[in-house]
Structure formats: structure tokens, C-alpha cells
């Protein structure tokens, strides 16, 4: 479904005069079947969120190919071609707040995706709205006509999700997601992208620096650190026999709880 092919993304930064290259993303490959969850792992500053963020079409690589569905993302030019796009892969991002405008309602923040909706009436849509806000745990009669900050971080994180139950999308992009909740609210998010798989076929990218939380949602796991894949394979391949150092070291960092600090 998904194919990225040597993805590579570089900036040019300092002055006229001392000008380098940052090499943030280089020569990036993996495929995601559909139905896969898939995690991606690392360290701040590893790539993670650039190679999002190439994927949503936010950032333009400086090399390589997006494949999805066979076709090449940066080659779709006409409106149709984007809203089908747009409509089968979407984002979900760490901070809660910053997708939503704070001028606006949830009502306009969710009426916004009927523009990617084909043959649908008015009355249908309001019904797609309220069932999918019940499905990700919300009462429409409380959050509609609410604006963000009326609203606490998990609300707002499973308003997100309800989109994705709106729209049906293949493919989720969920960057650290969870980071930013309490550990109820975590379990919480983390069933509702399994209640996509499940019901829809969803795929799933998850970027995630928590190896532990990475080993009990992925079917599949790479490693990433300073822009490169480094080592992929299935959770307990990669937990019980790691090969590379940089993730014998994610694991070390994996909170032990029935250990106190004079332990270690």
C-alpha cells in the first residue's frame, strides 16, 4: 500500500559565508501492508517526524519516491487526485491543540472533512459526526459547539481519531500521539487506532521515542537514528534479539517498574 523508496530530506542552514547541509532523513526504505501497525522509533532529532511529515505532504523530500497505492504522491497535481489523498491519509500529531484553529468550534473543525466526502447529504454527514464521536467515547451533545480550549488534551486527541472514523482513511500517521496524556487516557487512544484496524482495515504509522509502548501495539518495528533505518523486524525479534547497538540502548532505557532508583 505504502512504498518509500531511498527518502531523503536536506536542509541548507548557516549564513552566506559558513553555509553546511544537515542531512535530517538519508536514503529512507520500508513498505506498510494494509491492516499493519507499524512503529517507528527514536531518539529526538532521529528523522521520525521529517519522514511524517514527507509522507503527509507537508515537507517535500529532496530525494526519493512516496508511492501509495502505486501512485507517486508528489506527482498529483489536479484537485481530485489530492482529495483522494487527503481523504485515505491522515495525521494525528503530539501536541493536542495545534490542528485545531482556536477561532473555530469542534462543529466547523469536523464539518471541514465533508469537502473530501463524495454523494453524501447534510442530514447524513451530521449523522457520520455524532456516531463517530460516540465511538471514540464523547457525547456530541457536550463537545459540539465547544471551542479547544474548552476541552482537555484526550478530548481533543479522540476528536482527531473521530475524523479518522469519519473519512475511513488507509493510512494513519500518529506522531507521538499519546505523549502529552495520562497513562489512562493512553490505553484509551491506543484502542481506538486498533478499532480502525479492525474495522476498517487501517493502516497505522506510529512514532513513538517509548520502545516498551512500541513492543505491545506493533506488528512491526523500525529503528531510527541520525535520519537511517538502522534495524526492523517483528516485536520480539527486535526486543529479545537485537542486532544493532543504538537499539541494545532503547531497550536498556525501557522503565523497569518493579525497580526502585537505589537498584539500578
Known amino acids: 500500500m505504502l512504498e518509500v523508496r531511498e527518502l531523503t530530506k536536506v536542509y541548507s542552514i548557516g549564513g552566506f559565508f559558513n553555509r553546511r547541509r544537515l542531512i535530517a532523513v538519508n536514503k529512507v526504505s520500508f513498505d506498510i501492508k494494509r491492516g499493519e501497525f507499524v512503529s517507528l522509533v527514536g531518539e529526538s532529532g532521529s528523522g521520525k517526524t521529517t519522514t511524517a511529515r514527507m509522507i503527509l505532504r507537508i515537507l517535500k523530500p529532496t530525494e526519493g519516491k512516496i508511492l501509495f497505492e502505486g501512485k507517486n504522491i508528489w506527482e498529483l497535481k489536479k484537485i481530485e487526485e489530492l482529495r483522494w489523498y487527503w481523504k485515505n491519509v491522515h495525521g494525528i500529531f503530539q501536541d493536542p491543540y495545534a490542528p485545531f484553529n482556536p477561532f473555530y468550534k469542534v462543529d466547523r473543525f469536523l464539518n471541514q472533512t465533508i469537502n473530501l466526502l463524495d454523494n453524501i447529504t447534510e442530514e447524513e454527514f451530521k449523522k457520520m459526526i455524532k456516531e463517530s464521536l460516540v465511538k471514540v467515547g464523547l457525547s456530541p451533545e457536550y463537545v459540539l459547539g465547544k471551542y479547544p480550549h474548552e476541552l482537555s488534551g484526550g478530548m ?64 512491526r518495528i523500525l529503528i531510527m537514528r541520525k535520519g537511517e533505518i538502522v534495524e526492523e523486524g517483528g516485536p520480539d525479534k527486535i526486543l529479545e534479539r537485537p542486532e544493532h547497538p543504538y537499539t541494545k540502548k532503547l531497550i536498556e532505557d525501557i522503565p523497569l517498574l518493579y525497580k526502585k532508583w537505589k537498584d539500578f
Open 156 to 219: 481533543r486527541q479522540r476528536i482527531m481519531i473521530a475524523r479518522c472514523f469519519i473519512l475511513k482513511p488507509k493510512l494513519i500517521l500518529a506522531d507521538e500521539p499519546v505523549t502529552m496524556l495520562d497513562a489512562s487516557t493512553r490505553a484509551g487512544i491506543l484502542n481506538l487506532f486498533s478499532e480502525l484496524r479492525d474495522e476498517y482495515g487501517t493502516s497505522v504509522i506510529f512514532i513513538t521515542h517509548d520502545m516498551g509502548l512500541a513492543y505491545y501495539v506493533s506488528d
